[in-house]
């Protein structure tokens, strides 16, 4: 039984954000029906997305719709409001939130009132101050742009196989991925494997004639699986012709021409920039301590620290690693330790209600698993190291696993089963983009300037 009555405010519908609220439904069933308890989630999208399964969305070989988990279907005792928290004032325990009729009311934004606070926004691209960066580079953190960059790339094949300008076909036929981690290492890998396969229903693009180019800072890529399976990725990249570049930064990608710092130039209509991640926006527009990065400070049970009725998880939070031997090291923002944060984040907090003991968050890094599609793949797994296909089918199995809900399982082994049996689909879909396009020219009105893809 709960002392008092909580409101609970989850920020956030990502992975902590929707298992937190999850636990948290599942624990205070009785309190949630007897009022006695109030769960409200705050999220820009009423889905989570498991970004896992992003490059095999872009590459077709998962549905956009079953890469996403609509969380009013997973959280029917839990308000969710589709909006944008701005601002925490955790000292009057009210946040100011942003919806989708917020302009239109014309009342300004909602203030939130809650009792115990979950800050969970995730992180947002970061970006550098690179010309050309900002109006001709597309992420790859949502299912919006892995769906874009599909379309995109399937239209750039197309432009290159209607142009007679040499130049423009070159540049189309040019992609260019800024960042060797798991986002970009992946979705190179999958989109070439995808372009490779579409070449063949192209009667004047060979693969060869495709340009793939990944673009790292530093002096290996996907450091999270080991130096040795890093070095066997490059290696495993540069046999299928994808040029990876080690030591090397985009400089520029003005006018479409992608300026990189060993003084290679090439002009290109693509760049897809998975240079890393930073906080939340949102973080520093509360009064919450923060370390030098941005991320908020947390106890190993994970509260804010030196703060009461705060909790955070994922990306947001820096917590202690206690199960490291180095002092200090604070637990790595990814997807293992998310999923696992939220479930003792939610114990956590009832145990708060109800005056129990606090659980201490401890999980070993267990590893890491990366598909370099081509039914290829490198994993690092409690020190033992896997490579090629093993390596691939276990990322399968792994992610598998892990998608919420039997329902999203059930769908994602449906579509591999499939794909196995039939034929890719190769069709670009950019107009879905820019829907009223056609019906815009056919009123009379202006056309944009691309009414039909993305490019």
Known sequence: MVKERARILVVGGGYVGMYTALRLQRKLKQELARGDAEITVVTPDPYMTYQPFLPEAAA??????????????????????????TAVDHAKRTATVTTLATE????????????????????????????????HAIGFKTV??????????????DIASSTRDPA???????FVFVGGG??????????????????????????EDMKWILVEASDRILPEVGEEMGRYTVTE??????DVRLNTRLESCADRVAVLSDGARFPTRTVVWTAGVKPHPVLAATDLPRTERGRLKCTAELSVEGTTHAWAAGDAAAVPDVTADEPGKKT????????????????NIVHSLRGEPLETYAHKYAGSVASLGFHQGVAQVY???????????????YHLSRVPTFNRKARVLAEWTLSGLFKREIVSLGSLEHPRAEFELAAGGKPSDDPKGSS
């Open 237 to 242: 990249l540069r046999r299928r012709n994808i």
């Open 383 to 397: 020190g033992r190291k896997l490579k090629g296909y093993p390596a691939w089918f276990m990322h399968r199995a």
């Open 182 to 207: 798991y986002a970009g290492v992946e979705a190179l890998g999958e989109l070439e494997d995808m372009a490779r396969y579409a070449a063949r229903y192209y009667h004047n693009i060979k693969p």
């Open 60 to 85: 077709g070989s998962i549905s956009p719709r079953h890469v996403v988990v609509p969380l009013r279907r997973v959280l029917p005792h839990c308000r969710v409001i589709v909006g944008e928290a």
């Open 104 to 135: 239109e009311e014309g009342t300004g934004a909602l203030q939130l009132p809650y009792d115990e606070l979950v800050l969970a926004p995730g992180s947002v691209s970061r970006t550098l101050p690179i010309p050309g960066l900002a109006d």
């Open 168 to 174: 423009i076909r070159d540049a189309a036929l040019t």
């Open 332 to 347: 790595a923002p990814n997807a293992q330790h998310a999923l696992r944060q939220s479930r003792v984040l939610g114990d």
């Open 144 to 157: 919006e742009e892995a769906i874009g960059l599909r379309n995109h790339v399937i239209e750039q094949m």
